[in-house]
Every structure is written in C-alpha cells, then in structure tokens.
C-alpha cells in the first residue's frame, strides 16, 4: 500500500512558479509509474505530467515547455515533483499525486483510471 503526501502549494500571480512535491511510503514495485493531475473547480480532473521509474515523462499538451516533472530515487525515500513555470490563471487548480504499477516496460498512461494510489491535493491558485 503506497501513501502519497503532496505539499508545496500556494498562491502566485500569473507568469510566476511553484514546485509542488510528493512524499511517497517506500514501495518501489507500485511507484513505478507516478503522476500529477489537477482538478478545478467545476470541472473533472485531468492528467497533467507522468514519470516512470526509468524517467521516461509524458505530458498533457496544455503544460509542455512551461512544466517539468521529476522524481527523486534517493535512498529510503521517494518524492515526486512537478516545477510548474510561466503559470497562468487556467493553472489554478487542486494538484494531486498518483501512482501505480502497469506491468514492466507499460508507458505510464495520463489516464486518472491508470492508477490506484492517490493524494490528497495541494491547492495551486493563479491570480491574474
């Protein structure tokens, strides 16, 4: 069973940055794909970035060249970011961390059915 602990949230005026991270219980098997996705108001969550273990990331068109996604391997943790750049107020959202295990080799899909582990959110608000 994986826990996921986002934090690094706020607030920020548009074209500024945040880095929100990721805490995840060690379980390297069922982290092997993880992800953020985002929820507004209103409206369904969506997949926003996707990293594998090996690294190999996908992103949904609406944050490429403005978001990057890592993860940190280190020994005995694993966090999970995502550095979100040149933000716009359309980025205000609920972020939330996912993960789970596809098979070996599987492409870590941006599908929130893809994935069985989840946060809680961090707020991320962008005011015009």
């Known amino acids: 069973q994986v826990q996921l602990v986002e934090s690094g949230g706020g607030s920020v005026q548009a074209g500024g940055s945040l880095r929100v991270s990721c805490a995840a219980s060690e379980d390297r098997y069922s982290t092997y794909c993880m992800g953020w996705f985002r929820q507004a108001p209103g409206k369904e969550r969506e997949g926003v970035a996707t990293i594998r273990s090996d690294g190999q990331t996908n992103y949904v068109d609406s944050v490429k060249g403005r978001f990057t996604i890592s993860r940190d391997n280190a020994k005995n943790t694993l966090t999970l970011y995502l550095q979100m750049n040149s933000l716009k107020p359309e980025d205000t959202a609920m972020y939330y961390c996912?993960?789970?295990?596809?098979?070996?080799?599987?492409?870590?899909?941006?599908?929130?059915?893809?994935?069985?582990?989840w946060g809680q959110g961090t707020q991320v608000t962008v005011s015009s």
């Open positions: 996912a993960a789970d295990h596809p098979g070996w080799g599987a492409a870590c899909s941006l599908r929130l059915g893809f994935y069985s582990y």
